[in-house]
């Protein structure tokens, strides 16, 4: 009965340890893309936490006769610096048919639009600057 206790109590140690490294990894993961999105737009560290390793990031660029879309795949470290920081944006999300976060500025052409995966939590996977 030694070796079941001892079994027991490794076993119960490394459940704990797996527990505590996963929580001291980063924030928290809401059950709700709403609550997430509100943490991802209001505070840089739980962006760093949530991105992907690679972003596909899209940009309208003027262009003759129309403008055009160029698409590239970035590092989560480009994505970063590519997420706007505008206190005044307004923000809507959408679930359907991939978790969105679509960020405006009233009068101005500005948009960009932030796609998400889930997975064990939220990632952001896609970032499209709609913006001229």
Request: hydrophobic share 45%; with cysteine; net charge positive.
């Amino acid at each position: 009965m030694t070796g079941y206790l001892a079994r027991a109590a490794l076993a119960a140690a490394f459940s704990l340890l797996a527990t505590s490294a996963f929580a001291a990894s980063g924030p928290a993961c809401p059950a709700r893309f709403a609550e997430f999105a509100k943490g991802f737009v209001e505070h840089v560290a739980t962006r760093q936490s949530f991105v992907g390793a690679r972003v596909v990031a899209t940009r309208v660029v003027a262009g003759e006769p129309e403008p055009k879309t160029i698409s590239r795949t970035v590092s989560a470290d480009e994505a970063l610096g590519l997420i706007p920081n505008i206190p005044k944006a307004q923000v809507r999300l959408s679930e359907r048919p991939k978790p969105q976060i679509t960020l405006s500025k009233p009068d101005t052409d500005f948009q960009v639009t932030l796609t998400f995966e889930r997975g064990r939590c939220w990632t952001l996977v896609r970032i499209d600057d709609e913006s001229l």
